[in-house]
């Protein structure tokens, strides 16, 4: 099994940054996605971002597209989401998922079986 544990989350001024953190323990795979979703009160969890272990490659959410960046840490098993020029409508809970199979970028919660715990960010002023 998979764990993920999200931190990095607290309170920030609208336009400021914050850089979250994913470990993973446990199994892992060559070939891998890990992916960032976000949770507001009363709306769906939406995508945010997910970058594939092996390769690098990242994809992002229009809504957050040059304003945050995924990335890895292989020597620690780690993915961060470095979050800048943020906005009130980023508040939300953060969570970090996993997929074994990196084949192809997915944005749809269902497809990762493993979830960390949620991270929360509030954007406010």
């Known amino acids: 099994q998979v764990q993920l544990v999200e931190s990095g989350g607290g309170l920030v001024q609208p336009g400021g940054s914050l850089r979250l953190s994913c470990a993973a323990s446990g199994r892992t795979f060559a070939n891998y996605l890990m992916a960032w979703f976000r949770q507001a009160p009363g709306k769906e969890r939406e995508f945010v971002a997910t970058i594939n272990w092996s390769s690098g490659r990242t994809y992002y959410a229009e809504s957050v597209k040059g304003r945050f960046t995924v990335s890895r840490d292989n020597a620690k098993n780690t993915v961060f989401l470095q979050m800048n020029s943020l906005k009130p409508e980023d508040t939300a809970v953060y969570y970090c998922?996993?997929?074994?199979?990196?084949?192809?970028?997915?944005?749809?919660?269902?497809?990762?079986?493993?979830w960390g715990q949620g991270t929360q960010v509030t954007v406010s002023s």
């Open positions: 998922a996993a997929r074994s199979d990196g084949t192809y970028f997915v944005t749809q919660e269902y497809m990762y079986p493993y």
